[in-house]
């Protein structure tokens, strides 16, 4: 047997019996499964929820998703406003209409002879929450009233 062998075979033995005692989750558990095109793995694990986030193709059958979800009562969330309008629980992300407006800004100034080079990369800065309270009604999920106040729109 080698060192490097004999050494990780003693260091992992070392560590199992703490591995064993790790803490053990009290109640449910819960696993959530992530659908997306672009993925190289398409995984969706037999869920509580399910977070999808993906190209045209997935935007195209966003209806046919949010009604898939809410008949197999899966709480549905993703980064796009239009998904929350065609059923699905809430949508969190970037503004993308704020997105657009900014990327005009640019093309302006490279039109006025700026380098793309020399201009600045910038992460979006304004977010949108989106919570669909007819689909949590219809899934029997009761939505904070505290995350309703943050909301930047909530379907009735």
């Given at each position: 047997?080698?060192?490097?062998?004999?050494i990780g075979l003693i260091g992992g033995a070392?560590?199992?019996?703490?591995?064993?005692?790790?803490?053990?989750?009290?109640?449910?558990?819960?696993?959530?499964?992530?659908?997306?095109?672009?993925?190289?793995?398409?995984?969706?694990?037999?869920?509580?929820?399910?977070?999808?986030?993906?190209?045209?193709?997935?935007?195209?059958?966003?209806?046919?998703?949010?009604?898939?979800?809410?008949?197999?009562?899966?709480?549905?969330?993703?980064?796009?406003?239009?998904?929350?309008?065609?059923?699905?629980?809430?949508?969190?992300?970037?503004?993308?209409?704020?997105?657009?407006?900014?990327?005009?800004?640019?093309?302006?100034?490279?039109?006025?002879?700026a380098k793309p080079a020399d201009l600045p990369?910038?992460?979006?800065?304004?977010?949108?929450?989106?919570?669909?309270?007819?689909?949590?009604?219809a899934l029997g999920v009761e939505v904070p009233?505290?995350?309703?106040?943050?909301?930047?729109?909530?379907?009735?």
């Amino acid at each position: 047997m080698q060192r490097r062998e004999f050494i990780g075979l003693i260091g992992g033995a070392a560590a199992w019996p703490l591995a064993a005692r790790a803490q053990q989750p009290a109640g449910r558990v819960y696993r959530v499964g992530y659908l997306s095109i672009g993925a190289r793995e398409q995984t969706l694990y037999a869920t509580k929820a399910f977070v999808v986030q993906g190209d045209s193709v997935m935007f195209n059958y966003r209806g046919q998703i949010a009604e898939m979800a809410l008949r197999n009562r899966l709480p549905a969330a993703s980064v796009q406003r239009e998904l929350a309008e065609a059923g699905f629980l809430l949508t969190y992300g970037a503004d993308l209409r704020d997105l657009y407006r900014r990327s005009a800004v640019f093309a302006d100034k490279i039109f006025k002879g700026a380098k793309p080079a020399d201009l600045p990369v910038e992460q979006p800065t304004k977010f949108e929450l989106v919570v669909n309270l007819k689909t949590a009604k219809a899934l029997g999920v009761e939505v904070p009233a505290s995350l309703l106040l943050r909301a930047d729109q909530v379907i009735e």
